[in-house]
């Protein structure tokens, strides 16, 4: 202070004088409501922060006296169709690369868990995959709740239980007779 020096840190241990820390305290709480109202598993805790990051980045701002952060950065008009396509946890279907014919199906089931900003073009999307628990990027994606456009491969109908085929008599389990 006294040569009057720009460089500044904030005291140990008193995250308050960090302007920072506000904004990072709002994105752990946007990313915890996102896990809780969606009932997501822990284990996606950082696609969450991650999820929170760019809608705050895309969502008006206060402190920019009503200015959009990537708008600030960037200078362009943001485009917020992605936003638009599919809410977190939101179970969706991606097309798989290639399937077999006829015994696979073309898609597998996933959920939504972000919008890729660097790969494919605006309208790629972050997929963790229900399988393998790994993050894919695919832009063919549609949604699986929707009643209109089910898989009837890949979801059971109503009432339907997981049973194996019965080929014969003998396949009958003895309890069921």
Known sequence: RTLCISSWQSEAHQQHQNPCERRYQTIKRMANTL?????SPAYTWLLSLMYACYVLNFTVSAALNGGIPIQRATGSTPDISPLLRFRWWEPV???LDDSDFPSESRERKGHFVGISETVG???????????????LHRSNVRSAVDRKAPNLSMDLLDGESVNPTIKSRHDVP????
Request: aromatic residues 12%; hydrophobic residues 25%.
């Open 121 to 135: 073009h605006a309208m790629t999307y972050k997929i963790l995959t229900d399988d393998t628990h790994k993050v």
């Open 35 to 39: 896990l809780d109202r969606t009932a």
């Open 174 to 177: 003895p309890d069921s007779k």
């Open 93 to 95: 279907y991606y097309k």
